[in-house]
């Protein structure tokens, strides 16, 4: 038996008298205006769970690490990912992901085929 929410984003299958849920998720591994390039990944897992647990499946799926090791002064520092979720139907509309305890229902579904759109950002800048 397979239920469809929200067209094609939530899926909900029911195997063996277990409920499993699905999403569509797209995903962004960088903004580039000029050449925006989305993927689009399925992940196991409910609307209800938060969006922590979510970007560690994510992270799982794609092999994106979850930080970048910069050496500093003899140190090495872990620098974390930075994640994103788009806002509005407009390319550039991405807002910061502040509580990674929040739950998945409370994000827009601004994908383009209406399913939740993030971005994961790994890169690291320095200003001198």
Known sequence: M???IFGNCITI????GKIKYTMNIELFR????DNPQSEIITVDIDENSSIGELLTEVHNLTKIPT???LEWDGKVEKIACRYYFKFDSDFGDFSYVEDLEQKISDFPKKGSNNELCILIDGKVGLAN
């Open 13 to 16: 299958h029911k195997e063996a």
């Open 2 to 4: 397979e239920n469809c």
């Open 67 to 69: 930080y970048t090791e």
């Open 30 to 33: 960088e903004l580039d205006f």
